[in-house]
């Protein structure tokens, strides 16, 4: 059972957006909307962002939005901010092995 | 609100076990599963396993399988992950998280440092 595949860093500007992906197979991200989100900072626990592809939970920005199409998941951060540099790590549910997977993650700078 | 709090780091030889506690508040303890998450130096996180804290029946990753108990006590709304046979690529950050109501990861705890070295 593979992580979920993800660019290892992203960079842009102050109010630029980015989007992160993460790609699975038809045993995960492909099947299932069970894809979440999350942001970490050294030191610190993962935040929830996203949960089932696209939905934010409360107290979560509008900059954050999640999507999806076939075996990839998108995390897109748009007016980004010196406070949204970070990593960033994409968990889906599979049908495959454990029944949950993670990226590896994508470090975002904001240059 | 919802809170998790694990306990300290530890240092084991490799061979030893660890049992890692976290205690949650703030919320109806029965009503959500507890799944346990480590991410090791560099790495993404890895699911470990689960508790079902209403029944006690876990879900244990199949490479922990052998290796790793999770229980939980109702009365102290605490849950607990033993690993024995301690590796030193088992050396990470082991996190406890509640799984919410849209099969999500909402809450985490802090995390407890588990160093496995020689």
């Known amino acids: 059972q593979s992580a979920l595949t993800q660019p290892a860093s992203v960079s842009g500007s102050p109010g630029q957006s980015i989007t992160i992906s993460c790609t699975g197979t038809?045993?995960?991200?492909?099947?299932?909307?069970?894809i979440s989100w999350f942001q970490k900072y050294p030191g610190t626990a993962p935040k929830l962002l996203i949960y089932e592809a696209f939905k934010r939970p409360s107290g979560v920005s509008y900059r954050f939005s999640g999507s999806k199409s076939g075996n990839t998941a998108s995390l897109t951060i748009s007016g980004l901010q010196a406070e949204d540099e970070a990593d960033y790590y994409c968990?889906?549910?599979?049908?495959?092995?454990?029944?949950?997977?993670f990226g590896g993650g994508t470090k975002l700078t904001v240059l | 609100q919802v809170q998790l709090v694990q306990s300290g780091a530890e240092v084991k030889q490799p061979g030893a076990s660890v049992k890692v506690s976290c205690k949650a508040s703030?919320?109806?303890?029965?009503?959500?599963?507890i799944h346990w998450v480590r991410q090791a130096p560099g790495q993404g996180p890895e699911w470990v396993g689960w508790?079902?804290?209403?029944?006690?029946?876990?879900n244990y990753a199949p490479k922990f399988q052998g290796r790793l108990t999770i229980t939980r006590d109702t009365s102290s709304s605490a849950a607990y992950m033993q690993l024995t046979g301690l590796r030193n690529e088992d050396t990470a950050t082991y996190y406890c998280?509640?799984?919410?109501?849209?099969?999500?990861?909402?809450?985490w705890g802090q995390g407890t440092l588990v160093t496995v070295s020689s």
């Open positions: 703030g919320y109806s303890f029965t009503d959500f599963y």
């Open positions: 508790i079902n804290p209403n029944s006690g029946d876990p």
């Open positions: 038809s045993s995960d991200v492909g099947n299932y909307n069970l």
């Open positions: 968990c889906s549910y599979t049908d495959s092995g454990s029944p949950w997977i």
């Open positions: 998280v509640r799984e919410g109501n849209w099969n999500d990861f909402d809450n």
